[in-house]
């Protein structure tokens, strides 16, 4: 997986965790509108560059049969049964982007139908949105977002943290949920939405001190 580029990752990620969703492998069309890609031609490089890895089966000739992985992928999949899990991600000052760490079960109820991934918080920021130091959030893997709603957010291709989203026309803002804290103020070509925040998942083991 080193010599996949993100978006590479991401493609596969979608066809390991939601094999089930298809009835057929999917065209690249059927591809395309899954994950909000516009462009076919970009997507066939991807796929070409899945299938170069091992991932992904060669397509037959000119008949378009439709984008399936290799029967180890499949092997695999079947096997994991999990989001991808791709590390800490900051609830505070932006940390460096992420990548896939491995892959963690999680609840049907917590997830979407579209693809989705787990981030471990790290941090305080959004802590009067109930979500603390250690939780894991789920997040649905897309490009846009509702003003309200929390999102990752990449910032400058480098840094990525999860905030409440406020977009306007010459801003975006990306606000704690943490009365010490302010809100980050960018223009909005700094800023890419990674995904929205729909599920959550908390352990208690490793709170050490107990409240009496």
Not at 6 to 27: G, H, K, M, T, V
Request: glycine share 8%; hydrophobic share 45%; proline share 5%.
């Amino acid at each position: 997986m080193d010599i996949l580029t993100r978006r590479q990752r991401e493609i596969f990620n979608f066809l390991r965790a939601n094999q089930a969703r298809f009835p057929y492998p999917p065209s690249l069309d059927e591809l395309c509108e899954a994950l909000d890609m516009a462009s076919r031609g970009s997507l066939h490089k991807h796929i070409s560059a899945l299938v170069n890895a091992g991932l992904v089966e060669p397509f037959n000739g000119n008949k378009q049969t439709g984008v399936r992985l290799t029967a180890q992928a499949r092997l695999e999949a079947r096997e994991g049964q999990g989001l991808p899990f791709v590390g800490a991600i900051a609830a505070g000052k932006p940390i460096e982007a992420l990548e896939t760490v491995g892959y963690m079960v999680v609840p049907e109820a917590l997830k979407t139908n579209k693809p989705c991934y787990v981030l471990q918080v790290k941090g305080e920021s959004m802590v009067e949105a109930g979500i603390f130091d250690g939780d894991w959030v789920v997040i649905e893997q897309r490009a846009y977002a509702q003003n309200g709603e929390i999102v990752v957010a990449l910032i400058d291709n480098a840094e990525a943290t999860l905030k409440y989203i406020q977009q306007s026309a010459g801003q975006v803002l990306l606000l704690p949920a943490n009365a010490a804290m302010s809100a980050l103020a960018y223009r909005p070509e700094q800023v890419q939405i990674q995904g929205v925040l729909v599920g959550q998942m908390r352990s208690y083991r490793s709170h050490a001190n107990p409240v009496i």
